[in-house]
Every structure is written in structure tokens, then in C-alpha cells.
């Protein structure tokens, strides 16, 4: 698989030659439906909880007498048929919303989003990406020269420079190929990627 390798200003110089299996994969709708849902779903707390009947904080007295008042019968005020009384099936704050996912689908739905974003011009290869200092006006004015303005940034590896300046700039996201995951790839127009990163991907998707 070959990939556009740009330089500096955002133009097409060559190309590197990349792993088949990590970016020339045919794309498996189903199974990067299926990694995206799992991603999200272990994502989860699950720290929601409700309150059953026995819980809620109301008085044990019977509301009024069993007959003659015309009314249906009722025993407690904390019924789950009353306003402000507890639920039936209430959601437990150790509820587990994990699902399992094999390490070889999670690998070969990474290597189906890449191989996508590839195919449709998606993806681009940079030799290396530096700054000079902690600026979001440097990052800014780097990334509008090279004509990227939607973008994920991966690289080998991410330093302080980088770090801070991407925080301020909401379209543009800089992880390592070690953090990269199938949301955020999928999340951004562009994708750029440097040389070092490439040869990460391909160990770790091989």
C-alpha cells in the first residue's frame, strides 16, 4: 500500500510504502460498527443509580383507610405507580456495560478505518511534525499553511510543545499511535500521520 507523503506546506512529494495489512484492508462495515460500539459502551461508568420502593425517604402510614373513600386502595405513598415513588426495575450504580471484544477484530477494525481513510484520500504521511515552543498561534498558522483545518495528528511521540498548543484549537486532536482509537480517527476530516507513527501502527496491527 502506498500513502501521500506531503511535506511542510501541504504538497505531495512521494510516497511511503505501507503494510497491507494495517492500510490496504477492504473495509468491513459490520465490524467497525461493531468496535465503534464497543468502544463506546466500555467507555461507560455506570455510576447512574435510582432508588427502589424500600429506599425512598416516606412515611410507612397507610395514605388512607382500605374502603369507603371511593378511591383505589393504596398501601404506601413510596408505590412506584405514585409521584416521587420508587422504581420497579431501578438502574444499580455497579451496573457493567462492557462488552468483549477480541483482541484480533479490535486490530482488524483499526486496520479497516485506516485503510478507508487511505482510499479515500483521507490519510496523509508528514516526515516529522515539531514546534518551536508551547503556541497555539504557531500550531494555527502551521496547520492553515499546509491547508488542514479539521485534523487528527499522530505521531511516535508527543511532546509538551504539541501537547499544549493543540488544546485551545477544538478541531484539532494530537495523540500518539499508541492512543489512537477507531472514534477519533473515524471523528476527523484529515488524518496526519508521521513516518515514525506508521512503522508503530504496522507493528502493532501486524
Given at each position: ?164 498548543s493543540s488544546r485551545n484549537l477544538p478541531n484539532v486532536n494530537i495523540v500518539t499511535a499508541a492512543d489512537a482509537d477507531p472514534v477519533t480517527l473515524m471523528r476527523h476530516e484529515k488524518v496526519l ?14
Amino acid at each position: 500500500m502506498e500513502l501521500k507523503l506531503i511535506n511542510d506546506q501541504g504538497k505531495p512529494t512521494a510516497s511511503v510504502s505501507a503494510s497491507d495489512t494495517a492500510f490496504g484492508r477492504e473495509y468491513n462495515e459490520a465490524l467497525v460498527h461493531q468496535v465503534m460500539t464497543a468502544y463506546f459502551a466500555n467507555a461507560r461508568q455506570g455510576t447512574r443509580s435510582q432508588k427502589a420502593r424500600g429506599e425512598i425517604n416516606k412515611t410507612n402510614r397507610k395514605p388512607w383507610k382500605q374502603k369507603g373513600t371511593g378511591r383505589a386502595r393504596a398501601g404506601t405513598a413510596a408505590s412506584p405507580l405514585w409521584r416521587g415513588g420508587g422504581r420497579i426495575f431501578p438502574n444499580l450504580p455497579d451496573e457493567n456495560f462492557a462488552h468483549k471484544l477480541n483482541r484480533k477484530m479490535y486490530r482488524a477494525g483499526m486496520s479497516s478505518i485506516l485503510s478507508q481513510l487511505a482510499r479515500e484520500d483521507r490519510l496523509m504521511v508528514i516526515e516529522t511534525f515539531t514546534l518551536d515552543g508551547p503556541r497555539t498561534k504557531l500550531l494555527a498558522a502551521k496547520l492553515k499553511s499546509m491547508g488542514l483545518d479539521d485534523v487528527l495528528i499522530i505521531t511516535d511521540s508527543l511532546d509538551d510543545n504539541l501537547r499544549l498548543s493543540s488544546r485551545n484549537l477544538p478541531n484539532v486532536n494530537i495523540v500518539t499511535a499508541a492512543d489512537a482509537d477507531p472514534v477519533t480517527l473515524m471523528r476527523h476530516e484529515k488524518v496526519l500521520i508521521t513516518k515514525g507513527a506508521v512503522s508503530r501502527i504496522e507493528k502493532v496491527l501486524a
